[in-house]
């Protein structure tokens, strides 16, 4: 059935796939987005879609929501994803990050709260903080140090609250799921210092520059292909009730791999990848914080979305590399 569909941060590297694949199933969507991460670039291929509207505009106005809904003429469904993220921006940007994160969200909740729309929330791993104990599972502890230490946790506490909150409204009447997507990875990912070791890899190897690996590069994270990303969401955000027939309100997904790989074996597995343009790897910096393992418990989302992570590393980090050969 054809939804009508906002996506808050539409422009970005998730948001803009997760478009696509609306587009694709037939739904009629409206994107916000400030573009201060997302690009229109994103977007390229879609952008004249005659079911697209974009609209440049703020999360944390209801205003701008509003003109989301009119564009529309009523929205079923909200996939909230406008967040400011990106490790070294927690640091240098704290209070902007927990006002983007938390402000947004209350008001993208209490817009679906009066639209009657369904509401899937992106969260986070990071609203786990060092929570440390492998795999993750859905329901887990949150552990947070203290907040002296460092900012990094702008970001996952952040989180930590956004799920609260819809909680709250789902407690209040909301159809309300959450999807925590771990450590996504594709051609259109940003590479910059801002953005994911993935893409910070491939644009070192672009640049025949020597990787950067934080640390002793022991850490190890889930690092899940885009696709795969995508289609938790979509079916978070599509399906009425769980495969078991229950309800879906309220319940949050773990979305990620279950390949458990170090970020030196991940320089590694890149430069086989690339071949004969292999780079050296440099160890050492890194972030206050920086979490040593990352796993996620996906059994949720397999029993009740069927959903399953589809895409290896190797085929993922090969398509990657694939499409920046091609071009832009």
Known sequence: M??????TGGAGFIGAA??????????????LDNFWRGTKANLEGVISHPSLTVIEGDVVQPSDLQRCYEALGGV???HHLAAINGTKWFHEAAMDVIDVNINGTLVALRQALAWEARFVLASSPEAYGENEQMPLGNEDISHFPPAADHQRFSYGASKYLDEVALHHAVSNGLDGRIVRPFNAYGADMLGDAYGQVVGMFFQAVRQQQPMAVHGDGRQTRSLTYIDDIVDGFYAAGQMDVGLDGSSLSGRSFNIGSHEEVSIRSLAEAVNRTVGSMAVDCVLGGGYHGDSQRRLPDTSAAESLLGWSCKVSLEDGLQRVWNAFQAGP
């Open 2 to 7: 054809s939804m009508r569909v906002v996506v």
């Open 76 to 78: 079923d469904l909200v």
């Open 18 to 31: 997760l478009v696509r694949r609306l587009l694709e199933e037939g739904h009629a969507v409206a994107v």
